[in-house]
C-alpha cells in the first residue's frame, strides 16, 4: 500500500509539472505573473502584477527595460536631492511615447512609472486610431514632480509627486489636431470624446496603482492623476 501511494504522489507531481510546463509554453507571457514584464507585449492579466515586481527588483533591471523599449524617449534623470523627504536617486526624463510628444515638455518619472507610462500610451494611441481614425501626437500635461503634500493645505501624507512617481495629465492632441481635454471632454455631449476619456481611464486602472478622474473629486475635474504608489485605487 505504502508502494502505490507513493506512486500516486509521483503520478500526481508529474501530472502537475506537465500542466506548468504546458501552461509555460502556450499561454503569452503578459498573463504569467512570474515571467518578467516585456514591454512590447500587450497589457495582459499579469501585467499589473510584473509592474509591481519590477519596481521592487533592483533599479539598474527597469532602467535597462526601458533604454531598450523602441518608440520610447527617455534617457536617465540626474538623481534630485531635494529637501528632504522629496526628491529620488533613480528615474527617467520622458520626453516622448510613440509618435507623442509630451507637452509643455519632458517629465521626470520614478522607472517602473515610466515604463507603465509607456504601455498605457501605447494603449491611449490604439484607442484614438480605432474611435478617431487619428494617432496621439502630444500628451498635455501638468507635471510629474512636486514636492508636496497629497493635500493642498500642506497637510496629510506627501503625495507620490514628491518622489516623481506620479503624473498628471490634462488631455490628448490628435493627429488632424482635433484636442481632447479632459476638462470640457469628460462630460461632454460629443458622445465619441466622452467614451474615449473614459476608455482612456479604464485602460490606466489596468496598468498604474492609482488613477484618478474627475469623478474622484472637483480636484480632478481637468485632468488624470495616475501613480505607482502603495495604494489601489481607481475612479
Known amino acids: 500500500m505504502r508502494l ?4 500516486k504522489f509521483i503520478g500526481v507531481i508529474l501530472v502537475l509539472i506537465g500542466i506548468g510546463w ?3 509554453r502556450v499561454v503569452p507571457n503578459q498573463h504569467l505573473p512570474w515571467r518578467p514584464l516585456d514591454p512590447e507585449r500587450p497589457i495582459g492579466m499579469a501585467t499589473k502584477g510584473q509592474l509591481l515586481r519590477l519596481s521592487v527588483s533592483p533599479s539598474d533591471v527597469c532602467m535597462s527595460l526601458a533604454r531598450d523599449i ?3 524617449e527617455t534617457i536617465p534623470s540626474e538623481p534630485k536631492d531635494a529637501k528632504e523627504p522629496c526628491g529620488w536617486d533613480v528615474a527617467r526624463l520622458v520626453y516622448a511615447s510613440g509618435d507623442a510628444d509630451l507637452v509643455p515638455g519632458e517629465a521626470n ?3 517602473p512609472l515610466s ?14 486610431r480605432k474611435r478617431f481614425g487619428e494617432s496621439v501626437v502630444k500628451v498635455h500635461h ?5 514636492c508636496r503634500r497629497q493635500r493642498g493645505n500642506g497637510s496629510g501624507r506627501w503625495s507620490e509627486h514628491a518622489f516623481a512617481n506620479a503624473w498628471d495629465i490634462a488631455g490628448f492632441e490628435l493627429a488632424d489636431g482635433r484636442n481632447i481635454r479632459v476638462l470640457t471632454g469628460w ?3 460629443d458622445k465619441k470624446e466622452k467614451a474615449f476619456l473614459r476608455d482612456v481611464r479604464q485602460e490606466a486602472c489596468r496598468i498604474f496603482n492609482v488613477t484618478l478622474s474627475p469623478d474622484y473629486n472637483a480636484a480632478h475635474k481637468d485632468h488624470f492623476h495616475v501613480d505607482m504608489g502603495p495604494n489601489a485605487i481607481c475612479r
Open 22 to 24: 504546458t501552461v509555460n
Open 187 to 189: 462630460n461632454s455631449k
Open 70 to 72: 523602441e518608440d520610447f
Open 142 to 146: 501638468m507635471g510629474s514632480y512636486s
Open 109 to 111: 518619472m520614478q522607472c
Open 4 to 7: 502505490i501511494s507513493w506512486l
Open 115 to 128: 515604463i507603465a507610462t509607456f504601455l498605457w500610451l501605447r494603449e491611449v494611441d490604439d484607442l484614438a
